[in-house]
């Protein structure tokens, strides 16, 4: 019933506003609107727009162009620069440029820029505008319930920013109570760590009389092993050791060939035909016991703290050894020095079998006096205390700097966007994950992959709506290219979510973003309800 009266009502308007449309446009030269009629009055005579030219009134629209403005043309396709007015009754009226004046292709809904040519256009422009007054239906009421939505986002969104204001006032009070309890410690420590070392001065001196006594062992050790060898090899017992005695111990045997020759004795003799027991201790000695360690089978790779065979640093196997010392006897033609020095100091610190140098242990920790282990208890417990106030003092200057970004950031009109700041949002498409953390940063992440940063918060960019369009820059550098960025378009919608993805350009990104926060009003908007003709 209501429909009826109010079709009725509307078949009347038209039928009034077509009457006094009727009554106007006699007047009014084809393609010009109602609101330039009055330009446009018959008489003798057409002044040009531009006011540049007087023409015979005939002259409008016969099809020959006389103003360089193009404006006595309206209707045809004369002028190179004209304008036509589609009237689309019953849709919106639009201006076309008038060379599509009869051009055989149909541009007003309601046929009238084809009126002499041979292509027949159908009137559409009721059906048009009802589906167009529909969807702005659709979108004028998806405005409404949104603008409810972004006004309590709003009203959160200027809470947040209060909360954080107020936090900010009290958080400095805090920091300054946290630097002076940090102050008051740090002396307590000094003070209890000065008492602990001079206490502990005495058994340092203890642990280091038992390492130095250790080392002096270790030495004795090694002294007596290799003199022991000295003897052992010099078996003429002349009181030297020389080539041919060298020469038949097979664990000299550095290029692997089944004899010792006479380079390879050299180079354990420093290249000398005959050594002393000096001599022998100090420099051969060094060199052959990685040898005899090898061929005793006491050399281990070396074990990481973690109780890990070493991978990293260059191991020395007695294999690796071995293929080196072929490698470069190839390479040379002649006897390789197949551990060199290098080589040598390795096994000297690597060694840990029997009847060499031993690892020095660590002296193990004295029984300390009653006081002393109370001081070192009192120490302990100032430095402890001591790093609980230093990391609250960061964690309160660091909540500080959080604030402050946080307040200087710009959240729109009415502070709508805040709430969105610390969220993450994901678009999947067939080959990556989105990810829009807005006002942080955007970010791509192959299915099977690592994350790419496309951009990190930049600014805000809409035109004419600053807040319609986001920008993340300075992203990963793109291969060959710049760095990505992104541009996060905003869309009004009843939800949070990214509702498309594109690569436009290589490496820069288009996010298409609904949310509540951008359902405004605009003058736009609210003209579409009153746009009919
Ligand atoms: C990756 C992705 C793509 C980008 C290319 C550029 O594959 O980040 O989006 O186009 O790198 O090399």
């Known amino acids: 019933m209501l429909i009826n009266l109010k079709k009725m009502l509307s078949t009347l308007l038209a039928f009034l506003y077509f009457g006094i449309f009727v009554a106007a446009e006699l007047p009014r030269p084809r393609g010009v609107s109602l609101a330039d009629a009055s330009l446009y009055a018959p008489g003798e005579t057409f002044t040009c727009l531009d006011g540049k030219l007087t023409i015979k009134y005939t002259q409008v629209n016969d099809d020959y162009c006389d103003c360089a403005d193009s404006s006595d043309e309206p209707g045809t396709s004369a002028c190179p620069n004209g304008r036509f007015l589609c009237e689309n009754a019953g849709h919106k009226s639009m201006y076309i440029p008038s060379s599509r004046v009869n051009d055989n292709i149909c541009d007003c809904c309601d046929a009238s820029d084809e009126y002499a040519s041979s292509t027949q256009c159908a009137n559409n422009c009721e059906e048009l505008g009802q589906e167009d007054r529909q969807r702005q239906k659709v979108l004028a009421d998806l405005l409404k319930r949104g603008s409810v939505v972004r006004a309590e986002m709003s009203t959160k969104g200027k809470a947040l920013k209060e909360e954080h204001g107020g936090r900010l006032n009290t958080i400095q009070q805090s920091i300054d109570q946290a ?95 005959q050594v002393d027991l000096e001599t022998f201790i100090t420099v051969c000695w060094p060199r052959m016991k990685p040898y005899l360690m090898l061929d005793a089978g006491l050399f281990k790779p070396p074990v990481s703290t973690e109780g890990k065979i070493e991978t990293t640093r260059e191991e020395t196997t007695p294999e690796e050894v071995a293929a080196r010392d072929e490698e470069a006897q190839d390479e040379d033609g002649e006897t390789a020095e197949l551990l060199n020095e290098e080589d040598a100091e390795t096994f000297d610190e690597e060694e840990t079998g029997e009847g060499e140098v031993e690892q020095i242990e660590a002296p193990s920790e004295p029984e300390y006096d009653d006081e002393t282990k109370r001081l070192i208890e009192e120490a302990t417990k100032a430095r402890t205390e001591f790093e609980a106030a230093q990391r609250e003092l960061s964690d309160l200057e660091s909540e500080k700097r959080q604030i402050e970004e946080l307040l200087n ?125």
């Open 179 to 273: 630097q002076a309890l940090m102050a008051e410690r740090e002396k307590i420590k000094e003070d209890a760590v000065k008492l602990e070392s001079a206490a502990l001065e005495t058994y340092k001196q203890i642990i280091d009389a038992e390492k130095q006594r250790k080392v002096e062992l270790a030495e004795q050790e090694n002294r007596a092993e290799a003199e022991e060898k000295f003897k052992l090899f010099d078996s003429n017992e002349d009181g030297v050791v020389e080539i041919a005695e060298i020469t038949t111990r097979i664990q000299f045997d550095s290029n692997r060939d089944g004899q010792v020759d006479e380079e390879e004795a050299k180079y354990f003799l420093e290249h000398n035909d």
């Open 409 to 533: 950031k710009d959240y729109g009109f009415h502070e709508e966007f805040a709430v969105l700041n610390g969220e993450c949002f994901e678009y999947e498409d067939r080959e990556y994950i989105y990810k829009l953390c807005p006002f942080d940063r955007a970010v791509q992440k192959p299915k099977d992959g690592s994350e790419t940063r496309l951009g990190v918060w930049d600014r805000w960019d809409g035109k004419p709506n600053k807040y319609s369009t986001m920008v993340y820059a300075n992203g990963a550098g793109c291969w060959n290219g710049p760095q990505r960025s992104t541009i996060v378009q905003l869309e009004c919608g009843l939800d949070n979510r990214i509702t498309a993805v594109s690569e436009p350009n290589r490496c820069e990104y288009l996010f298409k973003f609904e949310t509540p926060a951008a359902c405004v009003h605009t003058s736009h908007v609210d003209a579409a309800s009153h746009d009919e003709l």
